[in-house]
């Protein structure tokens, strides 16, 4: 499986970015998929994670009820929808997939597979 996030810019403080994660692979429908972002001098951190049916999701307290993680998986492709976006939301955002389709989890341990990032910057 092959992850290509993108969608990422500049936006002001209060604004709303969608970000993609496209997938090569028949198979990508079966996996997982989770954000994580990683912003200058920080580790790794966890963003959003979603099922491959769509039936579990799970957000980061720091971005719940701003962001929807969504799946169209007719398309390959995994969204986050990112809502009253913050100063603290810039970093370089990471989708990746687990193979365990019905995890839903919150360590980056746990993915198999991730993209090349997508950079995010709020300005104030």
């Known amino acids: 499986v092959q992850l290509q996030a993108s969608g990422g810019g500049l936006v002001q403080a209060g604004g709303s970015l969608r970000l993609s994660c496209a997938a090569s692979?028949?198979?990508?429908?079966?996996?997982?998929t989770g954000w994580f972002r990683q912003a200058p001098g920080k580790e790794r951190e966890f963003v959003a994670a979603?099922?491959?049916?769509?039936?579990?999701?799970r957000y980061a307290d720091s971005v719940k009820g701003r962001c929807t993680v969504s799946r169209d998986n007719a398309k390959n492709t995994v969204y986050l929808q990112m809502n009253s976006l913050e100063p603290e939301d810039t970093a370089v955002y990471y989708c990746?997939?687990?193979?365990?389709?019905?995890?839903?989890?919150?360590?980056?341990?746990?993915?198999?597979?991730w993209g090349q990032g997508t950079q995010v910057t709020v300005s104030s």
């Open positions: 979603i099922s491959w049916s769509g039936g579990s999701i």
């Open positions: 990746a997939a687990d193979s365990g389709g019905l995890r839903v989890g919150v360590t980056a341990y746990e993915y198999d597979y």
């Open positions: 692979g028949r198979t990508f429908s079966r996996y997982a």
